[in-house]
Structures are given as C-alpha cells and as structure tokens.
C-alpha cells in the first residue's frame, strides 16, 4: 500500500512552496495582468517537478546522515542507490529532452540548476561557507528561471536585495544546523561568532536597498506614491524581525515556520495589500 506520508516526506513537497520566487520578476515589474495564466502554471510544475527530483537525489545521498540528524519517516535500500541516480538522471533527461523539443528556452537554465545540485550533493556541501554561496545560487536560479520564462529583465536592486534576503536564510539554516548538532556539516560551534553577524548584515543591507529603491526615481514610475513604500519597509522590518527571533526559538526549518507562523501571515498580507493598492498596475 502506498504511503502517501512517506512520499511526501521524501520528496519534500511541501519545499514546493520555494518555486513561488520564479513569480517574483512578474511582481516587481507589475507584470501580472499581462502574463499567460496556462504558461505560468506550465512553468511551475516545471520547475517543481525538477526540484522534486533534486531532492530525491539529495535524500538518497544523504540518507545516513539524516537517519541520525533528524526523525524521518522515509526508508530507502542503500544496496540500490546506483539504480535510483541512475532512474533520477534519466528521468531528468526525458524533462530536458522534452523542454527543448517544445522549445522552451528554460531549458538551459534547467540543465544548470540540476548540474549545480549534483555537484551541491557530491563535493560543494562540504566546504565551508562555499555551500553557504551555493544554496543562495539556487534560490537565485529561481528568479532567473522566472525571468527567462516571463520574458522580464532584472533590475540590480532587485538582486542584490534577493541575494541578501536568501543569505539570511540559508545562514539562519547553517545556525540551527549547528544548534542541532548535525554530523555532515562542515561547521561547529565557533563558526556561530561568523554566522550570527553574517546573518544580521544581509537583513540590515536587504533593508538599505530597499530603502534606496524607495528613493530611486524608477519607483515613482510603477507607484502612486513612492513614498507609500515606507510602509511596506516597515512591515519587512518586522517580517525579518519576526522571522529571526522565531527560529532562534523554534529551531525550525524555514518552510516550517511559513506554514506554521501566524503572525507572519498577518504581515505577508498586509506587506502585499499595501504593494499593491499603492501601484499603477494591478
């Protein structure tokens, strides 16, 4: 009988919630009514079916480690570990293969991020600081995906700003990771002297630049009011600030806490009101 729990688990589908950031591009450039609905739903699945298969690979690789860094309710046949890469790259290939027979010029973009996983997996997660870049490069990937796929150019303060943000929770994942005493982690305890003011200087220079974007005149052109956007700055303040003193408590993973923190539902959507009622497009 299929474990529908179990699957879950091993695939991490509830991590699915990440590929919400290849929509990103459409609404910093307020190009949401202007997007074809059916090829945004293509693109989606698309780019969750790959991160699916990302973190089988992952699951299987690590699976030793995770069986005594964390309960998980997943049993995988180590003696067949060959068999399933094998399964998982052919898979991979028929995704591919099926991308550029379409023409969907994401394809290539694709090709990049399973690559960069396998290499993740292997080698990169064990240098220090170096996974650390490599995480937050995945997250990028996303909005880039995003962008190809919306056919949407990114502005520099939108990266930097994204780049910042998903630093502090890839950092923030590293602390608990060493609060919690994983094994195949190349930290320990004194790297928390790096981690914690790294972690602060990405939320404090996330807020630098989206205080820059406010004063930027390009904003005046999307908005009602430019200066409305302070409020939004504030609500971030606290989205970060509620975001860094909940997993300092909890110790939780950072899909965990956007599913189970209230509060930060109430922020979300005020954040999204305002941004929205204040622009020129929606």
Known sequence: MINIKKIFSFFKIHHSIK????????????????INYTQLIFFFFNITFLSLLVYCINNIYDYEYDLKNKNIIYKIDTTKKNLYYTLSVLIFFVQISLLIY???????ICLFYFILSILYNVYLKKIKYIDIVVVCIFH??????????????????FLVFFICLFLMIVVNKRILEIELKYLNR????????VLYPLQLACAIISVIIFTMYIINPVSSVL?????ML????????FILANFIIY??????????????????????????????????FF
């Open 223 to 227: 908005f009602q009011n430019s200066y």
């Open 102 to 108: 379409i023409e969907q010029k994401i394809w290539l």
């Open 19 to 34: 590929n919400i950031s290849i929509f990103l591009p459409i609404f910093a450039s307020h190009q949401i009514l202007n």
């Open 230 to 237: 302070i409020i939004n700055l504030i609500i971030f303040c």
């Open 186 to 193: 190349p930290y320990n305890l004194r790297d928390l002297k």
């Open 140 to 157: 990028i990937v996303r909005i880039f995906y995003g962008s190809i796929a919306f056919n949407i150019d990114l502005t520099n303060y």
């Open 247 to 280: 997993q300092r408590k909890y110790k939780i993973d950072v899909v965990i806490f956007f599913y189970k923190n209230k509060f930060n539902y109430l922020l979300c959507f005020l954040f999204l009101t305002v941004y929205f009622n204040n622009s020129l």
